[in-house]
């Protein structure tokens, strides 16, 4: 089986400026968790952006799900990020108008495997939709009556997670996810993201400057200490 | 799926978005009602008369023929002498005629000689016949038949007197004091200049002029009523005929004939190419109101891009979002669209609904006071065009937030900070 993530002597650089980003070796296979840690400017941005196929312009390999991304158009990068990667972000990631099932439904309306995938768990979308964010311990009550901009902030992260998570995206990728939360919601935050991910097939990568995440994953990686390629 | 993300967006702006839908609503029932009225008060104007072949007068133009028979606007410069009016009615080819004899008027309002004839056999609008509210047809010398306006606006009713005055003018010196008229009937309103004459016999208006001369009436041969009963009272000419024939394909033949008269110099007109013809004349300033209502939508659909434009600035955070999800540019354009094709549609929708509701409300007073005759219902093809350019320029309007949606999201990478 093909890794999630490959990549082979990345490297990225604006054009006239230094590499802001060089990687040699990074391989993930199915559910094996990473945690990249790296002090602002280390190129953590830049990282996503590329994995996800929003930043064009690279050198070096990177394959996504088997697929490599240099030789796909921007319509397959938004295929492709649309079937296969679970997108959760520091905070404001949520559709303000929408309620808390509509929102966390979004990827499944966009990619047809995740739909698929959610139906096959959950019975149906929405059924996934509402098991996820009761197993994100939210209560049902607010489900269909909120909107997400009426949660807290740690309620509308783990509504993110839930939507990251939905239709068992190959790879979920975490920015910051508990910089706006407090230690005590962060790590409840943490403890419910993993006991889900259990459940699914999906690999987790996630990007902090926050240490004390890293005791909960079995692979670290540090960004900024550069070489040149 | 973006169907619902639109709705829902839209709703999240409630305020702003009843604003912009109101202004639309509006401009559109603005629009369509200022072509419902230039629609129909053409088809009014054209619907004065029908069911009459020709309008025979003495020579003259025949939009001028038209103004002084149908519309009492202005006066003929020289009548039909009776047995020319005798001799047409005994034509095998014509049905019927209605005499017509102008001159007279009663406070402001115009005096119309006439037979019972015009009540049996004039029609207008879709072969309506006029119809009476009160009272009935002429029943004596002296009856007098009401249109519709003058009962409600002089307050007269069936039994009372009237004096009508030697001439056309608003305050008459020469009245016919001696021979006063009294109401036999009042006609329903009807939407055509009838709604502001007064109908008398001819027969009656011979009488009120016995012992005239030139205009004046001649000191010392005062009639009496009773006197006037005594009297042979055929008239000697009328200003104007309306005829009905027994067969249309007679038409043209019995125009050129008349036309073409040598021993009296006559004009017969079709009544529908003359008042084509008048109807030119008129349109011009019912354009410039289709041209202003055009104006009043323009800037509806400037205040709904303005609305749009406006939310852009709150949507980036939006944008990124559908984008990190994998939605592509050009859907996110669509949506944009979307919302744009929602708003118009939605004011045409309220707009036309308004327009009924204004129209349902207003019919019966506009007939009443304008004779404007209005009426409800489904949409005209122009109308239909109307909103399909409605719809179009409010799309067209769409397409700037939509490319604005199309480069953000195109621009975006992915949100790290608010």
């Given at each position: 089986?093909s890794?999630?993530?490959?990549?082979?002597?990345?490297c990225?650089?604006w054009p006239?400026?230094?590499p802001?980003?060089?990687?040699?070796?990074?391989?993930?296979k199915?559910g094996?968790?990473l945690?990249i840690?790296?002090?602002?400017g280390?190129?953590?941005t830049?990282?996503?952006?590329?994995?996800t196929?929003?930043?064009?312009g690279?050198?070096?390999?990177?394959?996504?799900?088997?697929?490599?991304?240099?030789?796909?158009?921007?319509?397959?990068?938004?295929?492709l990020?649309?079937?296969?990667?679970?997108?959760?972000?520091q905070?404001?990631n949520?559709l303000?108008y929408?309620n808390l099932?509509?929102n966390?439904?979004?990827?499944c309306k966009?990619?047809?495997?995740r739909?698929?995938?959610?139906?096959?768990s959950?019975?149906?979308?929405?059924q996934?939709?509402?098991?996820?964010?009761?197993?994100l311990?939210?209560?049902p009550?607010?489900?269909?009556?909120?909107r997400?901009?009426?949660?807290?902030?740690?309620?509308q992260?783990?509504?993110a997670a839930?939507?990251?998570l939905?239709?068992?995206?190959?790879?979920?990728?975490?920015?910051?996810?508990?910089?706006?939360?407090?230690?005590?919601t962060?790590?409840?935050?943490?403890?419910?993201?993993?006991?889900e991910?259990?459940?699914?097939?999906?690999?987790?990568l996630m990007v902090?400057h926050d240490?004390s995440?890293?005791?909960?994953?079995?692979?670290?990686l540090h960004?900024?200490?550069?070489?040149?390629? | 799926?973006l169907?619902r993300?639109?709705?829902?967006?839209?709703?999240?702006?409630?305020?702003?978005v009843?604003l912009?839908?109101?202004?639309?609503?509006?401009?559109?029932?603005?629009?369509l009602?200022?072509?419902q009225?230039r629609?129909?008060?053409?088809?009014?104007?054209m619907?004065?008369?029908?069911?009459?072949?020709?309008?025979?007068?003495?020579r003259?133009?025949?939009?001028q023929?038209?103004?002084?028979s149908l519309?009492?606007?202005?006066s003929?410069?020289?009548?039909?002498?009776?047995n020319?009016h005798?001799?047409l009615a005994?034509?095998?080819?014509?049905?019927w005629?209605?005499?017509?004899?102008?001159?007279?008027?009663?406070r402001?309002?115009r005096?119309?000689?006439?037979?019972?004839s015009?009540f049996?056999?004039?029609?207008?609008a879709?072969q309506?016949?006029?119809t009476?509210?009160?009272?009935?047809e002429f029943?004596?010398?002296?009856?007098?038949?009401?249109g519709?306006?003058?009962?409600?606006k002089?307050?007269y009713?069936?039994g009372?007197?009237?004096?009508?005055?030697?001439?056309s003018?608003?305050?008459?010196?020469?009245q016919?004091?001696?021979?006063p008229?009294?109401?036999?009937?009042?006609?329903?309103?009807?939407g055509?200049?009838?709604?502001?004459?007064?109908l008398?016999?001819?027969?009656?208006?011979?009488?009120?002029?016995?012992?005239?001369?030139?205009?004046v009436?001649?000191?010392?041969?005062?009639?009496?009523p009773?006197q006037?009963?005594?009297?042979?009272?055929t008239p000697?000419?009328?200003?104007?005929?309306l005829v009905g024939?027994?067969?249309?394909?007679?038409?043209?033949h019995l125009?050129?004939e008349?036309?073409?008269?040598?021993d009296?110099?006559?004009t017969?007109?079709?009544?529908?190419?003359?008042?084509?013809?008048?109807?030119?004349?008129?349109g011009?300033a019912?354009?410039?109101?289709l041209?202003?209502?055009?104006?009043?939508?323009?800037?509806g659909?400037a205040?709904?891009l303005?609305?749009?434009?406006?939310?852009?600035?709150?949507?980036?955070?939006?944008?990124?979002?559908?984008?990190?999800?994998g939605?592509?540019?050009?859907r996110?354009?669509?949506?944009?669209?979307l919302?744009s094709?929602?708003l118009?549609l939605?004011?045409?929708?309220i707009?036309?609904?308004?327009l009924?509701?204004?129209?349902?409300?207003?019919?019966?007073?506009?007939?009443?006071?304008?004779?404007?005759l209005?009426?409800?219902g489904?949409?005209?093809?122009?109308?239909?065009?109307?909103?399909?350019?409605?719809?179009?320029?409010g799309?067209?309007?769409g397409l700037?937030?939509?490319?604005?949606?199309?480069?953000m999201?195109s621009?975006r990478?992915?949100?790290?900070?608010?």
């Amino acid at each position: 089986m093909s890794p999630v993530l490959r990549l082979e002597s990345l490297c990225f650089a604006w054009p006239g400026s230094e590499p802001v980003l060089q990687l040699d070796r990074l391989e993930l296979k199915a559910g094996e968790h990473l945690f990249i840690q790296g002090p602002s400017g280390s190129g953590k941005t830049t990282l996503l952006n590329l994995i996800t196929g929003l930043q064009p312009g690279y050198n070096g390999t990177l394959d996504v799900a088997g697929q490599a991304l240099a030789g796909l158009s921007s319509r397959a990068l938004d295929r492709l990020r649309a079937d296969h990667i679970g997108l959760l972000f520091q905070q404001f990631n949520l559709l303000p108008y929408l309620n808390l099932i509509d929102n966390v439904c979004l990827p499944c309306k966009l990619s047809r495997e995740r739909r698929d995938a959610a139906t096959r768990s959950g019975g149906s979308v929405e059924q996934e939709a509402e098991r996820l964010l009761t197993r994100l311990q939210l209560d049902p009550a607010l489900f269909r009556q909120r909107r997400v901009a009426e949660l807290s902030i740690g309620q509308q992260q783990r509504v993110a997670a839930a939507r990251a998570l939905i239709g068992g995206p190959t790879l979920i990728i975490a920015d910051e996810p508990t910089s706006a939360l407090d230690a005590v919601t962060r790590d409840h935050f943490m403890r419910l993201l993993f006991e889900e991910l259990e459940q699914s097939d999906s690999t987790l990568l996630m990007v902090s400057h926050d240490p004390s995440l890293a005791p909960h994953f079995p692979r670290q990686l540090h960004l900024g200490d550069t070489v040149s390629c | 799926m973006l169907i619902r993300l639109a709705w829902n967006s839209l709703l999240s702006r409630r305020a702003t978005v009843l604003l912009t839908l109101f202004t639309i609503a509006l401009s559109t029932a603005l629009l369509l009602g200022v072509q419902q009225i230039r629609e129909q008060s053409r088809q009014n104007f054209m619907a004065t008369v029908a069911g009459t072949d020709l309008i025979v007068g003495a020579r003259s133009g025949p939009v001028q023929l038209l103004l002084y028979s149908l519309f009492h606007i202005g006066s003929a410069t020289s009548n039909i002498r009776w047995n020319s009016h005798e001799a047409l009615a005994a034509d095998p080819r014509v049905d019927w005629t209605i005499p017509l004899s102008l001159g007279d008027s009663h406070r402001g309002y115009r005096v119309v000689g006439t037979h019972n004839s015009l009540f049996r056999h004039y029609r207008y609008a879709d072969q309506r016949m006029l119809t009476f509210a009160k009272g009935g047809e002429f029943n004596d010398l002296f009856s007098v038949v009401l249109g519709a306006e003058v009962a409600r606006k002089l307050g007269y009713h069936i039994g009372d007197p009237i004096v009508i005055a030697h001439g056309s003018g608003n305050t008459s010196f020469m009245q016919h004091k001696q021979m006063p008229f009294s109401v036999s009937g009042i006609l329903e309103p009807t939407g055509t200049p009838l709604d502001r004459a007064l109908l008398v016999s001819l027969e009656g208006l011979e009488a009120v002029h016995l012992g005239w001369r030139a205009g004046v009436p001649l000191p010392g041969l005062e009639v009496t009523p009773e006197q006037a009963r005594q009297r042979n009272l055929t008239p000697r000419e009328v200003t104007a005929v309306l005829v009905g024939l027994k067969s249309r394909l007679q038409t043209f033949h019995l125009q050129r004939e008349l036309n073409s008269r040598r021993d009296e110099p006559l004009t017969a007109v079709l009544p529908g190419v003359a008042l084509q013809e008048l109807w030119q004349l008129v349109g011009v300033a019912e354009n410039a109101l289709l041209a202003v209502s055009g104006a009043a939508l323009l800037i509806g659909l400037a205040g709904m891009l303005a609305v749009l434009l406006a939310g852009m600035q709150q949507r980036h955070h939006e944008i990124a979002v559908l984008r990190a999800l994998g939605c592509a540019p050009f859907r996110i354009a669509l949506l944009l669209l979307l919302e744009s094709l929602l708003l118009t549609l939605g004011g045409i929708l309220i707009g036309t609904l308004l327009l009924q509701a204004g129209l349902a409300l207003l019919q019966t007073p506009l007939l009443e006071r304008f004779g404007l005759l209005l009426s409800l219902g489904t949409l005209s093809p122009v109308q239909w065009q109307l909103c399909a350019l409605i719809l179009l320029l409010g799309l067209l309007s769409g397409l700037l937030p939509a490319l604005m949606a199309w480069r953000m999201a195109s621009a975006r990478r992915l949100i790290r900070r608010n």
